[in-house]
């Protein structure tokens, strides 16, 4: 019996805290906590009315009711967490996960508008009006995060790469320069960074980007790739080599560093390294470009076969390189043994360009094709550069002729006026 009435002096005393917590804030949350204890101290009353003893799964249901739940939410309120927020924020996720966006929105509407610095509301919406489009919301939701916790760096960076998504990229860079001197470690932020810099042609501050992130994480495959690209794009090939090589050691299947050290090498005269470093390039979505190029280096060397093997393979890989092959020089002597046959459709072109874009990362793409355009301009150069002192020679030797013939002729002439001078006298 004392046991009891110790057990409703508690639980009223704690019914009646959670009762002015509800008057004080305004807050119908915590009526739920109220209904539980009430029940809890309700199951005790008629213990003592009827003098019968409820058995173990009732008292345990009790003491949860009525003292253990009310006193786990004040001490939740005593460490600074708001009871409310928690709650609605558990409804609004469970609601979310169920797929019901509307009714989660409508929920955590509610709880910022009572508890407008509420960190759990701001995020949830947030990541509504992302999923939903609303870019513009989630931006003003994330800033308000910001607002709220000064060190939330992941809501900044949010704000910046949402930015991006709009088109405002200027604004996108600003941000992410700012969050990269207030956390220089911040791998996600150094990326985007670099990227969106690249993309305006800003190649010098976009390696300082990437070579300050190094200091972070050097053993990054993309720090290291992205870097080779940077130094692709200024042009300087023996830095994007480097470069290129420190990222095929970390990754042995980046088929596009592989790629771009063949045409580096290519772009430098050494064929037997460029060969190598295409062959390694076969197997992923630069096989047909890998064919290609291996055939540019069997014409080279004099291995006719082997270059019409490799052209025909490429071709029948990706149709689309057979203009390409018919503008270059380098295949002059054998495009009349092109054997595959090739249709050009361009629905089939522009879906497979789409898929492109979609796994290709642009700037990548981009450099690609800068290395591929430098590396026929060097090639086109060299051939016309022969051709030119062929015909310099050949010039050369006309000119000999000639100068020849002419002292020829006017020694035979000087000749005959000798003769005639002896003659008359």
Known sequence: MLEKILFNLVAFSI?????????????????????LQAIGITVSFIEIKTGIEANSFFKNLRYIFSILLPCFVILMELKG??????????????????????????????????????????????KIYEKEGGMRKAIDEYVK??????????????????LNDLGQ???????????????????????????????????????????????????????????????????EFQM??????????????????????????FIQGDLDVAEKYFEHSLYGELEAKA????AKIYVLKGEKDMAINFLNKAIEIEPEL?????????????????????KMENECLEKEENEERKN?????????????????????MSENFAKQKVEEKVDKIFEDTKLKKEKELELERQKEENQKELGSN
């Open 145 to 162: 995060l910001v607002d709220i916790k000064r060190n939330d760096y992941k809501s900044y960076f949010k704000i910046a790469d949402l």
């Open 15 to 35: 019914f009646i805290i959670i009762f002015f917590k509800i008057i004080r804030k305004n807050d119908t949350n915590y009526i739920g906590i109220l209904i």
């Open 240 to 265: 994007a080599k480097e470069m290129y090589e420190k990222a095929a050691e970390i990754n042995h299947r980046a088929y596009g560093a592989n790629y771009n050290l063949g045409q580096i090498a």
């Open 81 to 126: 967490l708001n009871f409310s927020e928690v709650i609605s924020g558990m409804w609004a996720k469970i609601l979310m996960v169920l797929g019901k966006y509307k009714p989660a929105k409508n929920v955590l509407i509610k709880l910022v508008t009572k508890y407008p610095e509420s960190y759990i509301g701001h995020k949830l919406l947030a």
């Open 169 to 235: 990229k200027n604004e996108a860079i600003q941000m992410l320069e700012n969050l990269v001197k207030k956390k220089p470690d911040s791998y996600e932020c150094s990326i985007l960074l670099g990227e969106l810099l690249c993309e305006q042609a800003r190649f010098k501050e976009a390696e300082r980007v990437y070579q300050e992130a190094l200091k972070y994480r050097p053993t990054d495959f993309d720090l290291y790739y992205n870097l080779g690209i940077v130094y692709t794009m200024l042009s």
């Open 360 to 380: 290709i990362f642009k700037l990548e793409k981009q450099a690609r094709e800068y290395l591929e355009s430098t590396n026929s301009l060097v090639r086109d």
């Open 291 to 294: 064919y290609y190029q291996l």
């Open 322 to 342: 057979l203009e390409m092959a018919n503008k270059e020089q380098v295949f002059e002597n054998i495009k009349q043994h092109i054997t595959v046959s090739v």
